[in-house]
């Protein structure tokens, strides 16, 4: 399976030059604890670094600093882990325990942010995986019980 089926395509942005106080009003108005910072260009979005919550109080709430003086791009990581829409899930999952990273963004063809992937929806696609395996053991009694009488 490739991770561009699973990744969450509504996927909320900043830029490096917004503050960090209107960095955190869109992750309060669109409910999520991440951004991908993006440099914008004509209608592109290349992700250059995540802007997470966390970030936010250790860097900027912690220190007592002044969030509308930062910029997004101050406070980011740009240690940015990405993947492609045609990455092999299990490959991508591999790289992020690797490097101990948690959300991913989705590339399209082009270099273009295309959606995110987190270690939750990684983690719901290998419960579902796992309850299918789960059900081969039943389905094969209740084929065998069939086939012996």
Partial sequence: MHIGELSVVQTVSCTRDDTVQA???????????????????????????????????????????????????????????????????????????????RRVPVLDANGNLSGIVSADDLLAFLVDEMGELARIGSWQQAHERRARQ
């Fill in 23 to 101: 960095a955190a009003m869109l992750m309060r108005r669109h409910h999520v604890g991440d951004l991908v910072v993006v440099d914008a260009d004509g209608g592109a979005s290349v992700p250059v670094g995540i802007l997470t919550d966390r970030d936010i109080v250790l860097a900027v709430v912690a220190p007592g600093l002044d969030p509308a003086s930062l910029l997004a791009g101050d406070v980011m990581s740009d240690d940015l882990l990405t993947a492609n829409e045609s990455d092999d899930v299990y490959a991508t999952i591999e790289r992020m325990r690797l490097r101990g990273i």
